[in-house]
Every structure is written in structure tokens, then in C-alpha cells.
């Protein structure tokens, strides 16, 4: 399960505790909130692949996986390192990774090792001034692998290096503040908002540049420097499966919104869902989209991608970067 902060209106939860245990087995089928849906819409299709509908309209932020280092750790040779690992991923090599790790149950150590040798993360690596580091990851799969990344070009780069799994940003964050914890891979909207602060405005944005620039001066505030953020993204998405893009001729949220308004269409998402500006309403307002009803499950995990294969859902939100999105 992923961490996920963009659901939230100003709520900081995060890394895998992000709105995972939400939602009871059975509770699918709920009314939505009032709405205009006055169309047939599209009913479910079973499936056995899930399509994820591309943000033609940028509702999500921009989650990009970014290296945050303590600036007292921070060396040319050591950002230019881990440079090179965000120059290799893209999201679909993020969810090969997941999927070898998730689902054919490689060990994160043994995915990364395998990613770097393929990708030749290694050439060309300048030796930094060295001593120990400790690379922190938050306890969920993806981040233990980008974890073990880190530590292959920081060792390539002449440092000692430590992954330690942790647990969520709000047991982390500091610690790297404070310099505990030398290197973390993190996502920059995400991060963004949590060290802006609760009643702050939002400082995450669609636009990469204009999130890295906040994300930045946030940085520069908490001790804090950044790399350059990858392609690689883990955001809210919305799927669909296969059958059901195929059946309705839907590509993007745009189609879905022109093409699925209605009656038929069942949303499913966490129960968070109807109240979260990036999820129903976010729906709504950016895209006028209307489902007849909304099916309370989780926050993209298994009741999520179980009701959308099995026909129970037409569309559910999962994350980006989920093993269970790679093709075949």
C-alpha cells in the first residue's frame, strides 16, 4: 500500500498510513452526494487489467520522486549521484519495480540491485568526500527499493551507507531535519505541503517547477536541500479496466466525463473520497464529471482493484505507481 497525502484538505497523514485501513468490506453501493448525474452513464465491466485514465486537465499535484538531504550532508558528488537515479525512472519503470517487489516477491535489495545494473546507474559516478550516511525509507515497499537505489550510487560515490526503514513523514521528516537520517526519498507535493504547515496555503502545485520552487524555499527554512525530481510519479489516479476503456471508448478523465456521467457509473474510492477536493469533488469541478453512485472501499488497495476487475466499480482511485498497473 502507498502513502498518499493529496486526498486530504490540509490533513497530514502519510506514507503508508495514507487513508489505508479505510473503508469496510461490504459498504459498496452507497448513494453519492447529491449531484446533477441525469445521464445513463456507464455501468461496470469486468476486467482482468486496469487502465489508468490519463489527468488530461491536471486535478493531481505533482508527486515527483525527489532526493531531500540534510544540507550539512549535501555534496556536489553526492547530489549528482543520486541525480542519476532520478534520470533513470519514469513512471512506468517505478511500477516494474513495484510489481517485482509487490507482486512477484523480489526483495527491494535484490529489484534494485537488478534496476541499477540494467540502467548502468553506476558509470560515471564521481568519488565525494565519503564518510557514513544514512538513507532513510518510509514502510512501504516502493520506498524501501528507492531506498536501496540511493544506497547503490551513494556507495558508488565512495560513501558508507545505511537504509533504514522508518515509518510515516511525521516520524521521519525530523530526524532528517536534524540530520539523524541523511538522505530520504520523497515526493514533492507531498512533502511540500507538510512542511508548509497545516493552516498554510497550499504550496503544491500541477506545475512541477512551481512546486519545486515552494518545495525549495520550504527546504531552505528546515535545513534541507533537494536533487533534481525524476519523471517518476505515485499520485492519485483513476482507473478503469481494460473491458470497460475499451467498451465506452475512454482514455482520459475528459472522455470519462463526457462519455460516463450518470446513473450507471458507480465511483469507488476510500470513504474519504466525497469529501476530498482531489478526489469527487476534484472530479466535479475540474472535469463536471457525475457518477450515479459512490462505492466505499479503500484507498487504492486491494477492495479497490478487486471491485473494478470484478465488475463491481466503473471507475476506482488507485496510485499511480501501483505494481498491479503494469502491462501484461
Known amino acids: 500500500m502507498r502513502r498518499h497525502l493529496l486526498l486530504t484538505a490540509g490533513t497530514f497523514l502519510t506514507a503508508a498510513v495514507i487513508l489505508t485501513g479505510c473503508g469496510e468490506s461490504g459498504s459498496s453501493g452507497t448513494a453519492a452526494p447529491p449531484?446533477?448525474?441525469?445521464?445513463?452513464?456507464?455501468?461496470?465491466?469486468?476486467?482482468g487489467t486496469l487502465v489508468v485514465l490519463t489527468d488530461d486537465k491536471n486535478l493531481q499535484n505533482t508527486d515527483n520522486i525527489v532526493p531531500a538531504i540534510h544540507a550539512k550532508s549535501s555534496s556536489p558528488q553526492l547530489v549528482a549521484a543520486l541525480d542519476k537515479v532520478s534520470a533513470a525512472l519514469d513512471t512506468t519503470k517505478l511500477i516494474e519495480l513495484n510489481k517485482a517487489v509487490d507482486v512477484d516477491r523480489k526483495s527491494a535489495k535484490t529489484v534494485a540491485q537488478e534496476f541499477a545494473t540494467a540502467n548502468n546507474l553506476t558509470a560515471g559516478i564521481a568519488k565525494g568526500p565519503g564518510g557514513d550516511l544514512t538513507v532513510g525509507a518510509a514502510n512501504f515497499a516502493e520506498s524501501k527499493t528507492l531506498?536501496?537505489?540511493?544506497?547503490?550510487?551513494?556507495?558508488a560515490a565512495g560513501y558508507t551507507v545505511k537504509v533504514q526503514q522508518i515509518g510515516n513523514r511525521e516520524l521521519y521528516e525530523p530526524d532528517l531535519e536534524k540530520g539523524a537520517i541523511d538522505v530520504v526519498p520523497e515526493y514533492a507535493a507531498s512533502l511540500a505541503t507538510f512542511l508548509a504547515g497545516k493552516n498554510a496555503p497550499d504550496p503544491s502545485s500541477p506545475d512541477l517547477d512551481t512546486t519545486m520552487a515552494?518545495?525549495?524555499a520550504l527546504g531552505e527554512k528546515a535545513g534541507l536541500v533537494f536533487g533534481t525530481p525524476s519523471s517518476a510519479q505515485n499520485q492519485n489516479a483513476f482507473a478503469v479496466t481494460d473491458a470497460f476503456a475499451t467498451k465506452y471508448g475512454v482514455k482520459t478523465l475528459s472522455d470519462l466525463a463526457a462519455k460516463c456521467s450518470g446513473v450507471a457509473t458507480v465511483l469507488g474510492g476510500?470513504?474519504?473520497?466525497?469529501?476530498?477536493?482531489?478526489?469527487q469533488p476534484g472530479l466535479?469541478?475540474?472535469?463536471?464529471?457525475?457518477?450515479?453512485k459512490f462505492s466505499s472501499l479503500d484507498a487504492g488497495g486491494p477492495q479497490t482493484k478487486?471491485?473494478?476487475?470484478?465488475?463491481?466499480i466503473s471507475v476506482g482511485l488507485v496510485f499511480s505507481s501501483d505494481g498491479a498497473l503494469a502491462a501484461g
Open 35 to 47: 449531484s446533477s448525474a441525469s445521464g445513463a452513464g456507464c455501468a461496470p465491466a469486468a476486467g
Open 270 to 279: 476510500p470513504p474519504e473520497c466525497p469529501q476530498r477536493p482531489k478526489c
Open 147 to 155: 531506498g536501496e537505489l540511493y544506497n547503490i550510487v551513494l556507495t
Open 214 to 216: 515552494n518545495l525549495k
Open 284 to 292: 466535479a469541478t475540474t472535469y463536471n464529471f457525475q457518477a450515479g
Open 306 to 312: 478487486g471491485a473494478l476487475k470484478q465488475g463491481e
